[in-house]
Structures are given as C-alpha cells and as structure tokens.
C-alpha cells in the first residue's frame, strides 16, 4: 500500500497527530454502569419493536398532518408547572431541541443529525450542551403518544422546531418527514477521544499548534455542537471565535452567509440559562437515579419554579423580543457597545452598554421586569470579524434577505441527512430543487437489447476486466448510508471533483470513461460505468466456470457540474478505501479499521465485506494495480484464490519494513521463498479471529461457488445502494443502506 506519509491538505477528514481508535471514546467509558441492553441484540436480532417491515411512509401519509401542527402550536404557550415556559412560550426551547438534534451532522463522514432520532439515546441525550433538552423531548411525549407510528421521533423534533418559528412569527422555507426512528444508539460514530466533557475543561480541539479539527469531527470540545459561547476553551476572543465557528459550520456545509444567518435567527428567540452555579444540580440523565425516570440536570421544583435554571452558564436574553421573529437582534447588536461580564453561574458573556429602557427584555417568569440583554463570545464575532460584520450589516438593513437566508439555511440544517428529495414525505416538501440536495435528472430504463448490445461492446473494447470492476467501484462506493449521499446514480465520478480525486486515477479514469462514452449508444453514463462493472465481473465468473448472471436495473440519470455542489463533495474523498487497497497517508488509526468504517458506510455486513475485499482482489481492482492481496495466478477470474492462499499454513509473513507496519511479504516455509505481497488490509482476515472465521468459509472445499453468488450479490447491493426509486414505500423512509440489493437479485 503506497502510503505516504505528512499532513493532509484542506482540512479533510482524519488528521490528527497521534494514534486513535477508530471510534474513540464510547457509551460505555462514559457510563459503565448501564445496562448492557445490547446483549439482547446479537445474532441479528433487532431492536425495532415495530420491525423492519414497518411501513413508517404509509403510516406517515396516513398522519392528519394539519391536526399535528395545531396540537404542536397550541403546546407553544401550554406552559407546565412542572417546566414553566420561559416568557409562557415553549417556541425557543424546542427551535434549540430542533436545532441540536440535527446539528450533529458533519459532512465529512455524513454521520449525526436528526435522521433517525439519536437525541434521545447516549451520548447525546446526555451532552452538556443537551442540558435540560430532555425536557423538551417529555413536553413532546402526549402529542407524540396521540399519534403514535404516524409520526416518529426524528420527524417530530423537526416538525417542533418549525412549528415554533412559525408560532412566533418566523420564516420557514418547508419541512419534509421521512426519519424513521431507530431503538438504540448508533455505535458507529467518532465523537472524539476526550476524557473530559466540555463542561468538565474538555480541551479545545483547534490551537495555534493544531489548526484544523481532527478527522471527522465538527465540534470544537467534546460535548459541544459547535463552538463555546464564552470562546475558545472559554477564552472571549471574538475573532477566535470566528475562526472557530467557520470551521465548525464548513464541516456542516454551511457558507458564512449561511453560518451568520443561523447564528442571528437562533439567536432571535428565547434566551440563554446561567442563573445560578450549575454546580447546584443533578448530574446526565444517564448517570441520575432510576427513579428520576431518566431526566437529568435540574430536577428541583422550587429552583425550576424561580427560573433559577443553568445550562450553558449565560444568563440572559439576545433580544427585547425573545418570542417574536424580527430584526431587533442585529439592531440591538450594532446599536450598542458592550462589555464583558460574568453571568450569575460565572460564564462570560458580553452586555450592552447603558441600554435604554425599551431595549430591555422581559424576565422569563415575571413580564413586568425588565433586564439587560446580553451576547454571547460567538455574537461578538458577528460584530468583529470582517465578513461576518458585512453580512450582518447587510441582514441588518434588509429584513426580506434575512428572512429567506434564515429560512434556508434552517431547512438546510434539519433535512441535510435525509438525502435526495424522494426521500421527502409530507404536504409542506419544497417544489424548489437546491444544490445541496445532490439533484439528478430522472434516468431512462434501457432495453434488453441495448444492454446486451452495450456488455457485448465494453468487454471486446479492449478494457480488461480490473479497470472496468475499479470504474463501477469507484463511482457506486462513494455511497453514505449515513446521510444518503454518494453513490453511482448521477455518475458524479466524471464531474469535479470526483475525476480528479488521487484514489481514482484520473488519467486512467478518463481514458475508460471515454471509451463507457464512445460506445454506450443511448445509455446514461451512470447506466453505462455500473452496466461495464456488471458485465466484467459476469465475465469473470463465467471464465472460473460457473454458470451465473450479474443482475443490471437501468434507469439511473447523468447529473451536470451545475448541480453538483463541489465543496461539499470534496469531503467525500476517500483518504483510504481498503476494497482497492489504497491509502493516501498514514492515517491515525489503524488501516484495517479504516475499511470497517467504509464498509459501515455502505451499509455491509461482516460476510459482504468480506467477499468483495476477496472478489475485488483477483479481479484486478486495486489502486494502481498493486499486487498487494492479489493472492492469485488467475488475475481477472473470480474466484476463491485470496482466501485460499491467504489460510494457507505453507505461507508465513513478514514485514517489508520495520520502520512501518503497512506492507508485508509471505515467504514458503520451505526454502523462505517470496510469495505474495499484502498490506495490513489483507492480513486482517487472517489474524482477526471473526474475519478469519467466515474467510475460511469462503476457502472451504466446495464452496467456491458460494462465494461467486455471495460476491455478485454483495456487488449488486453496492452498485443499487442509491436507488432510492427502487424501494418499496417502507424501505424509502427507512434509515438504511442498500435496500435496493433485492432488485434484480
């Protein structure tokens, strides 16, 4: 594996200075002492109570989604003895639950967000920057207990948030559904490797040392959702905090305008809670007594009943208006200057100078007082910082611009996971079609005769049967279960930045695409690029001699470089792919685990990544045609060869240089002849004892021809995990991958 070694360029994803594992710290090193549910959950059984065969999309459009809006508003001003509303309206404390439910996707990895619910599970139920949002979620549960299966969790979090924009006079561009909920936490996200929360002196993730976050992360300390509102590492610096909020918003594909407008929308309602040293109250939901029926933070009524509640640790509303959509907060923001003080809890935060009177805010409990307004560090930067300042400006004279930035970006912000607009469910889906949705112009079902004319045509074109596997691998891998992106429908892989990636060797790359294009007739090139792949690996297993088909649905369409949305795309660069054994640099963790990550990814299993890393190694598909793991004599033909030779008890390994564990050579135990090449990717399913036992399935006497099926069908599902048109209806809305595997198979 051609490894090199230095920093990677433009902030992408995965680079750190010291070793990690891939998923860092876990529920379990947080709480120990939970109950280990997930012992109930082996051998594929699911935790879905509802199971997989559940119709959420049918149940969704069955929903009186008119009569669930009006029970919604009316909870805006239900205030509750037991969690009084601040200013009797509940409109900000759920825009922040919204907000802080989807604002865990980072587009580096397409994880997080509000897709499928994971607010209410650890770690995030129990977030510092979560304080006291599992009381929110219980104002949610009558409305969410009357209309049960209609509506899942993820989907009402949203809905709550734009209900209560709505409710106190917001623009809001449109809301989709479509978030089947899941039962448990999802275990396949990095949230970094810090032994402390924020609240608890986490480090800062972004140092004059450090400039950029590391790997996928989009938070700047542990616990967070974006930036401290005091600071960096609660330092008030405003142009730090700048900084740090353009990192943290880019990694969620927000531009400064879209970064300014979030900030000065959120910031429009309700207020920030650090009335007293937080040290007064409870600990995380997660780590309270069972008998506080997991609710966490603040559970004391006589404190709750007095507003005496912390959170962040800020004190204080952002504007005289804190439940009425306006332009009061950047006027407030520009008209006055300020000075830093410290909240009742102790944060720092920044108040107007001598306000007069009519810019003071109502107190949350008692409408007859009047108390200063406030901003935070991050605030400030909207004030300091020179692009942010002329944005603000700009959204400060005109109110219309403001409105239609806020509403987009909020949309943006609560449906960025969900994927292409067939996802969506709902009477209020925007007609509009925006960049960030990966649009693709609907494709065109070929005929028998023309993709048996084309198969015929691509593999007597002179292409052997590695490029053309490599070229349908290289577009249709790019695809996320995570937030549905990616994928071989649109053939992205020939528009930038995909054809100039390093991983897909773009002078080849071009070279193979020009020849799909030369003879594809009337055919998509998304079509075309899978079709070649399909027909090469049918091809191959014919010539092993066993008598299969590779299944082909047509129908994808070709997307243009205008609606392709490059810098969002170009976090979508694999630094490492293990199935074509490629690494860009060292990575800071381990190479192996790195191919669990992009299986996870794709949505496979054990077995499925494992019989593609063996197919698409003695097919000929590694980067570059390195002979690493291509443990075979028959290059080209599919066949069992990687498993066989890689068990085989006459082959012993060594290291081609200590100085690196990437590269390895194995030697005949008689005479110490060289024998193959391998990286640590290959090895793996030999040394890791689940691998090895299912590899060994796959070099077992007998089962050559298993494997061919078993590789043909995992190949199918890769090259159809985006064929969202596919899918029956219950499939469509829910949060998996490669649900279109079935089609054809």
């Not at 900084?243 to 400064?256: G, H, I, L, P, Y």
């Not at 108390?371 to 942010?388: G, H, I, N, Q, R």
């Not at 300042?389 to 409105?403: C, G, T, V």
């Not at 930038?496 to 991983?503: H, S, T, V």
Request: aromatic share 10%; hydrophobic share 35%; proline share 6%.
């Amino acid at each position: 594996m051609d490894a090199k070694t230095g920093d990677l360029s433009g902030g992408c994803p995965y680079q750190a200075s010291k070793a990690r594992s891939l998923l860092g710290r876990q529920n379990k090193d947080w709480w120990p002492e939970a109950l280990p549910v997930d012992m109930l959950h082996q051998n594929g059984v699911s935790p879905d109570p509802l199971g997989s065969d559940f119709d959420y999309a049918e149940a969704f459009n069955a929903l009186d989604y008119h009569a669930l809006k009006r029970d919604l508003t009316a909870l805006m001003t239900d205030s509750k003895p037991w969690w009084p509303a601040d200013y009797g309206h509940y409109g900000p404390f759920m825009i922040r639950m919204a907000w802080h439910a989807a604002g865990t996707y980072r587009v580096t990895d397409g994880r997080g967000g509000a897709n499928s619910g994971q607010q209410r599970f650890e770690p995030l139920n129990s977030w510092p920057d979560n304080g006291n949002l599992d009381k929110a979620r219980r104002l949610l549960w009558p409305i969410k207990q009357k209309y049960g299966k209609n509506i899942s969790w993820a989907d009402l979090f949203i809905l709550a948030g734009n209900v209560a924009i709505e409710s106190m006079g917001g623009p809001v561009f449109g809301f989709a559904g479509g978030r089947r909920d899941v039962f448990q936490s999802e275990g396949d996200t990095f949230w970094g490797t810090e032994e402390l929360w924020v609240s608890d002196g986490a480090p800062t993730r972004i140092t004059e040392e450090a400039t950029e976050l590391e790997g996928p992360l989009a938070a700047i300390q542990m616990g967070l959702i974006y930036v401290n509102p005091e600071g960096p590492g609660g330092n008030p610096d405003p142009l730090q905090s700048a900084r740090d909020m353009r990192a943290t918003f880019s990694r969620m594909a927000m531009n400064s305008e879209e970064t300014v407008a979030l900030t000065a929308g959120g910031h429009a309602f309700g207020k920030a809670h650090g009335a007293k040293p937080s040290e007064r109250f409870g600990k995380n939901p997660s780590s309270e007594s069972v008998h506080l029926q997991g609710l966490g933070w603040l559970t004391d009524e006589e404190d709750i009943g007095k507003g005496h509640i912390t959170t962040s640790g800020i004190e204080g509303s952002w504007s005289n208006n804190p439940t009425k959509w306006g332009g009061d907060y950047f006027r407030l923001l520009f008209k006055y200057d300020y000075e830093l003080v410290e909240s009742p809890a102790g944060a720092k935060q920044w108040q107007p100078v001598n306000p007069d009177p009519e810019d003071m805010a109502p107190d949350a409990r008692d409408p007859n007082k009047r108390v200063p307004t406030m901003m935070t560090t991050a605030d400030m930067a909207l004030k300091m910082d020179p692009e942010f300042r002329e944005i603000s400006l700009r959204f400060k004279d005109d109110q219309a611009a403001l409105d239609d930035a806020f509403a987009r970006a909020w949309f943006k912000l609560t449906h960025r996971d969900m994927g292409p607009k067939i996802r969506y469910l709902g009477p209020e889906v925007p007609e509009e079609t925006l960049i960030w949705q990966d649009p693709v112009p609907e494709g065109r079902d070929p005929s028998k005769a023309e993709v048996e004319r084309f198969s015929k045509a691509i593999l007597s074109s002179g292409l052997t049967i590695g490029q053309l596997v490599k070229t349908a691998w290289a577009s249709a891998s790019t695809y996320r279960r995570s937030d549905h992106r990616g994928g071989a429908n649109g053939a992205r892989i020939r528009l930038d930045p995909q054809i100039n990636w390093e991983i897909n060797e773009p002078e080849e790359l071009k070279s193979i695409l020009a020849k799909i294009d030369e003879l594809r007739g009337e055919l998509s090139m998304a079509d075309a690029i899978v079709l070649a792949g399909s027909a090469a690996v049918g091809k191959a297993a014919r010539d092993a001699g066993f008598n299969v088909t590779v299944p082909f649905t047509g129908g994808r369409g070709d997307a243009t470089q205008d609606w392709t949305d490059v810098d969002s795309f170009k976090w979508m660069e694999p630094q490492a792919d293990g199935f074509r054994n490629y690494l860009k640099t060292r990575q800071p963790v381990r190479t192996e685990e790195l191919l669990l990550d992009r299986a996870a990814l794709l949505g496979l299993s054990a077995p499925e990544m494992t019989v593609l890393v063996g197919g698409l190694r003695v097919l000929g598909a590694n980067h570059g045609d390195r002979p690493e793991g291509v443990f075979t004599d028959r290059k080209g033909l599919l066949t069992n060869d990687f498993f066989v030779n890689l068990l085989d008890n006459d082959t012993f390994w060594e290291l081609v240089d200590t100085s690196s564990d990437e590269e390895f050579i194995g030697f005949t135990r008689a005479g110490k002849t060289p024998k193959w090449k391998a990286t640590r990717t290959d090895l793996i399913f030999g040394s890791n004892s689940q691998l090895r036992a299912t590899a060994e399935v796959y070099a077992e006497k007998g089962n050559e021809e298993l494997f061919v099926r078993h590789f043909i069908k995992a190949w199918v599902k890769v090259m159809n995990a985006d064929r969202f048109d596919l899918l029956p209806a219950h499939k469509l809305a829910a949060d998996q991958a490669g649900d279109a595997s079935y089609v054809g198979a």
